[in-house]
């Protein structure tokens, strides 16, 4: 079974600050999604990464694949409090029938 | 519509009643997947489709789950003899073809289970 475990939790900072937010398992995925989720909505695809070392940006946010394709990290430069939400990482595998999630990571972005 | 519908988005049910709940994909996407999210946590993997063929139910968690798609585009997931941890969001995604390809989400259903 893989695994996908995401750190922290729960963060709460303030606006302008920056923040990590880590995704990790033991096991090699053929891609790693990042998606945010709203309350009573459905989570949004931010990025897919698919090549071990792969650093993509969107605007204040960046993405990344670890080299052995188990861990990504998405970090938030100058947060807003537009960026509160769960983010939420997923790793695909090689028949592509299925996502793994991670737990997710509550974030809020004081003003 | 342009997105993946579900309906109901809330079902409130009195344990051991059967429920079902209907996803709409998006016109056109061959793949359709349905995940459960208990709160506070990260969807859970339940059974995927390609067209009609139900190609892996390997997270249903019991018999009484049971998902189908008889045509290759609306697919329903029923629920039996319901359990108060059946409790949970249940999402839908659906999927233009492979594997490399985005799932787009639906809003879920929220099932109460009293």
């Known amino acids: 079974t893989q695994l996908l475990e995401q750190s922290p939790q729960f963060l709460s900072i303030q606006e302008g600050e920056n923040l990590t937010v880590y995704c990790n398992s033991s096991?090699?995925?053929?891609?790693l999604q990042w998606y945010r989720q709203e309350p009573g909505e459905g989570p949004v695809l931010l990025v897919t990464v698919v090549t071990g070392g792969e650093v993509k940006k969107l605007k204040r946010l960046t993405f990344q694949f670890g080299d052995a394709r188990k861990d990504s990290s998405l970090h938030i430069t100058a947060a807003q409090p537009g960026d509160t939400g769960l983010y939420l990482c997923?790793?695909?595998?090689?028949?592509?029938?299925?996502?793994?999630f991670g737990g997710g990571t509550r974030l809020m972005v004081k003003p | 519509g342009a997105g993946v519908s579900q309906s109901p988005r809330y079902k409130v049910a009195k344990r051991g009643q059967d429920v079902a709940l209907r996803c709409d994909p998006i016109s056109g996407h061959v793949s359709l997947f349905w995940y459960q999210q208990a709160l506070g946590q990260g969807p859970e993997f339940l059974t995927y489709?390609?067209?009609?063929?139900?190609?892996?139910k390997s997270g249903l968690p019991s018999d009484r789950f049971f998902a189908e798609r008889p045509e290759g585009s609306v697919s329903t997931l029923k629920i039996q003899r319901t359990q108060q941890e059946d409790s949970a969001v249940y999402l839908c995604?659906?999927?233009?073809?492979?594997?490399?390809?985005?799932?787009?989400f639906g809003d879920g259903t929220r099932l109460s289970i009293l």
């Open positions: 096991s090699v995925f053929s891609s």
């Open positions: 995604a659906s999927r233009l073809g492979g594997g490399s390809q985005p799932q787009h």
């Open positions: 997923a790793g695909g595998n090689n028949a592509g029938n299925m996502l793994t």
């Open positions: 489709f390609q067209n009609e063929a139900q190609l892996d």
